[in-house]
């Protein structure tokens, strides 16, 4: 019986190992399919973000030089890439690989935020904003187009504020929600809990002119390290997605929404994943819409089943649609997401097959029908390789993600893949 179950061990272990050697040469295949673009940031840079609209895309990112970190953002339109322009700089700022600027455009508008320290703490900070009101007139002068540093937030509180996310909303203005350590203020950063004593979620109206306006609180108390993610519709629906936290440690995602007739509604859960962890998984939700449908992609590690998902939704209705899995290998989530059409989404995650660490991609549709997986890039499974970011361009699919090399430093990778491909 022994000498059985040791034959057959062997014989699963040699298929699993063909199976793996298999993906990977398909793997191979597929990154020849992936064009790398050449983009403006320097050796040194880190955590990429993306924002696209008709008028061609955007990425920021941070860059450091002699003690220094620099905001960086750069225009991509027309297949070339724009003079590259400095948001912000400084010698006191928070930088972290999960916790990293959002970018985003209206009406010639850029709005950027930097987390600037507020204390000698590890984790107090403020959110700082930086908006160039300008940016489609070359011929004025910084000095008259900024308005640098402007609090996201007035607590004036030394705790936590991050994980900020941005979107145009109306003509002209920006929203913006983010993570919110007030109410955990001389508590440690992993001692936050109890009624006022949690992170909680917030959000808040940015006009054209910096003003701050509508700002209050969306959820009293949320895991206290994943990203935010944001989403106005075509009728002007705000959706935000966010991962919850009960008092039982339960942390899955939720989502709300706000329209003009009704206000926020309550927070609803999605997947209904049960995931109950001590500890934050710094593994937040991402969220697109196209017109009034919209799809939210997740991770989730509850039941020893680490696993991404994705589900689409309607903008008038508090509810998703059944959970589609992502993965078919081991993985750690790190989720972007995209919609391309109001049926369809493209999703980005990080999976390992074999020895190697892969950023995957997958064309999905709402009726649950899958394109194939197609390999952007190998990556690296440590914290420094942060969050692939994806925007749709014309018709491309393109990348954004910190590279990470053995004694090397670090820099940013910009890919691009056709819709057609996917």
Known sequence: MRIILCFLFIVFFSCKKQEEKRELVEADAQMELVKTIKNPAALHSQTPNLFANQEGLWMSWLNTKDSTDFLKFAHYKNGSWKA????????????????FPAIAINDGS?????????????????????????????SMSDSI??????????????SEHGFVSLQPYG??????????????AGMSHDSHSGDGGAMTLRGAIISENGDISREEELDHRVC?????????????????AYRGRSEDEIRDI?????????????????GNDNWKIAGCPVNGPALASFNNEYAVAWFSGAKEDPKVQLAFGKGGVNE?????????????????????????AVVSWIED??????????????????????TVAKTSTARASGFPKLALNDKNIVIAYTLIERGLPSRIETKMVTLDAL
């Not at 850029?110 to 984790?123: E, F, H, R």
């Not at 187009?145 to 609090?151: A, D, G, L, T």
């Open 224 to 240: 206290d390290c994943c990203q935010t993610d944001l989403t106005v519709t075509k009728d002007k629906q705000i959706i935000v």
């Open 171 to 184: 003509q002209k203005s920006f929203y913006a929600v983010w993570l919110d350590g007030r109410n955990t």
């Open 110 to 138: 850029v709005l950027t935020n930097i987390l600037q320290k507020s204390d000698s703490g590890a984790y107090t900070y403020d959110i700082k904003l930086n908006l160039l009101q300008t940016v489609m007139r070359p």
């Open 320 to 344: 998703l649609d059944i959970p589609i899995k992502i993965n078919s290998n081991p993985t750690m989530g790190r989720v972007d997401l995209v919609m391309i059409s109001s049926t369809e």
């Open 254 to 270: 939720k989502i709300k929404k706000w329209d003009e007739a009704s206000g926020w509604s309550g927070p609803f859960t999605v």
């Open 353 to 374: 097959i074999g020895d190697d660490t892969l950023i995957q991609l997958l064309k999905v549709d709402r009726n649950g029908s899958k394109g194939e997986v197609m």
């Open 145 to 158: 187009s900024w308005k640098r540093n402007i609090f996201l937030h007035d607590d004036g509180t030394k």
């Open 84 to 99: 590259t322009s400095t948001a912000a700089s400084g010698n006191d700022w928070f930088v972290n690989w999960a916790d």
